[in-house]
């Protein structure tokens, strides 16, 4: 299997996918690898990317909190934090962080309360049917943390991202996994254990596939799970250093075809392979 962060690894700077990349994609689609995007988007911004790749298949949306059908555009399993819990964390953030400001992903929609600031679209207002979707919620935290999330963002504006997310960390232990894929101060928060390489191990033993037999490459600190647990890790060149700390090899950077050049590479070692004997 191969295993692919998007935004600041197979995405280049601009937001595009290259050529090279889309045929890279589906050489090792046609060559029998099982490809997997797994991502911090949550599934109502992989519609572009399915248009993007031409990949169709199962994807890891919100850190390992949504494992989704990019084909169909349906959530097939989905890892939620209960609004009890959703309390607890906010206010337990809140209380050391009072600028704090918190935003939740639904699945398919996005509350957040006033205060909070975007730095991209929040959310298209179709998809790639057609078909409108729902507007995101704006209400007091009370109404946004009143339903289940898949994933809580919690933003401030004015700390330093690493100190944040570590701060985070420790005074969540146990009961919250806390990551980040912003060069900002902001926390993506999943339920307990739930990360990256959760949902590709979902994905990978449904094939029968094992953490040995997998390829993973990734540039931010949610990458780190998957990229400790698959068998061969990868970062881009402009790749966090918790990143670029624990990875076998480092490639060309997202802008400089990295993820194409790897899959290239891949694919020739493949071929050299010797046939395996007749059975």
């Known amino acids: 299997m191969f295993a692919s ?21 589906k050489a090792a689609a046609g060559a029998g690898l099982i490809v997997a995007f797994a991502t911090g988007r949550p599934p109502r911004w992989l519609h572009e990317i399915g248009d993007a790749t031409g990949h169709t298949g199962v994807a890891v949306s919100a850190n390992g909190a949504v494992i989704y059908d990019l084909e169909t555009e349906t959530v097939l ?3 939620q934090l209960a609004p009890p819990l959703l309390a607890e964390i906010t206010s337990g953030l809140r209380a050391v962080f009072p600028a704090v400001r918190f935003g939740v992903e639904y699945g398919l ?6 205060g909070y600031r975007h730095d991209w679209e ?7 049917r057609g078909n409108p979707i729902e507007p995101p919620l704006v209400a007091d935290l009370a109404e946004i943390i009143s339903r289940p999330g898949v994933k809580l963002l919690a933003k401030h504006r004015e700390l ?26 902001l926390l993506e928060i999943a339920p307990p254990g739930v990360t990256k390489a959760t949902g590709l191990a979902e994905i990978a033993a449904s ?47 997202n802008d400089d075809d990295g993820v194409a050049t790897l899959i290239e590479a891949l694919l020739t ?6 046939a ?3 059975r």
Do not use: C, K
């Open 207 to 253: 094939h029968g596939i094992g953490p040995d037999e997998v390829v993973a490459v990734g540039d931010m600190p949610n990458d780190v799970s998957m990229l400790e647990w698959a068998g061969r890790a990868y970062a881009v060149a402009n790749a966090h250093p918790s990143v670029l700390a624990v990875v076998d090899e480092v490639l060309p950077s």
């Open 109 to 114: 929609n996005f509350g957040y309360e006033p």
């Open 5 to 25: 962060d998007l935004d600041g690894t197979l995405v280049r700077s601009d937001g595009t996918v290259s050529d090279r990349t889309r045929a890279a994609l």
């Open 77 to 79: 399993r989905a890892h």
């Open 122 to 128: 929040i959310s298209p207002t179709h998809d790639r």
């Open 160 to 185: 330093d991202p690493d100190t944040f997310r570590a701060q985070a960390s420790r005074l969540l232990d146990g009961r919250a996994t806390v990551t980040g894929s912003s060069t900002t101060a």
């Open 269 to 274: 070692a493949r071929a050299d392979l010797p």
């Open 276 to 278: 395996p004997p007749a």
